[in-house]
């Protein structure tokens, strides 16, 4: 695995053992897990981060059809009423991260780093910068232009321009000091299942994925393009928290 170029991040403030942020961070390429499975294995892990029994941690999955609401989401911005989510078989599960309505689906990345801050040196804000960054080095590769828009997390394609368009997502928790939760990027997800809510609260906001940027809005979601992305996306973030990769990625 790459041994990543460390960034400069600000530290935390001196709580328990010194920071190490040379510590590798495990990588697991999951496939498609049901949500509820996945949620149960980051509560899991961040049990087990938090007594540091394991190393920190990046999960690197899709998911099957699935709305969640952040831990204050309003309901509203969900557009589908219950009986048409219930015919398409599509969850509507509240959790604790922040922000409001996501959904993910086949043909997403769904990244979900479970990182000791302290133990890194590291601060929520630069952490979600690394995300975000990574979000963008991954579109890029992919052949996308995209990036941070200011006072909106995730990633956007023409961020400043007059119809930006929201490529990825970007939701946290923090708890006892380890955060969990993560990203979404749109790869080649069915862009019609969009229509079912108003993403991340925003009535509006225009939803894009690699597939549609590329100008093949049809492409059926594929498991193996977004394994792909899942690489691209990891390594790209190890760098830019300046840490080694220890595990298997997919090829």
Known sequence: MDTAVRSELAPEPAVGPAPDDSRPIAV??????????????????VDARTADLIP???????????????????????????????????ELIRVERGGEVTYHGPGQLVAYPIL?????????????AALEGALAETCAELGVEAGP???????WVAADGPAPRKIGALGLRV??????????????????DFELLDPCGMPGVISTSIASELGRPDEAPSTEAVARAASIFARALGRRLGAELVGTLPA
């Open 149 to 155: 828009r200011t006072g909106h997390p995730g990633c």
């Open 175 to 192: 708890e006892r000091g380890v955060c969990f939760h993560g990203i979404a990027l749109n790869i080649d997800p069915a862009m019609t």
């Open 116 to 128: 000791a801050l302290g133990r890194r040196g590291l601060l929520v804000r630069p952490l979600v």
């Open 56 to 90: 920190d941690q990046l999960l690197l999955l899709e998911h099957p059809a699935v709305l969640t609401l952040g831990r204050h989401a309003d309901e509203r911005f969900v557009r589908a009423p219950a009986d048409e989510l219930a015919r398409r078989r599509i």
């Open 28 to 45: 697991r390429w999951l496939g498609r897990i049901e949500y509820r499975a996945a949620w149960a294995l980051q509560r899991e892990l």
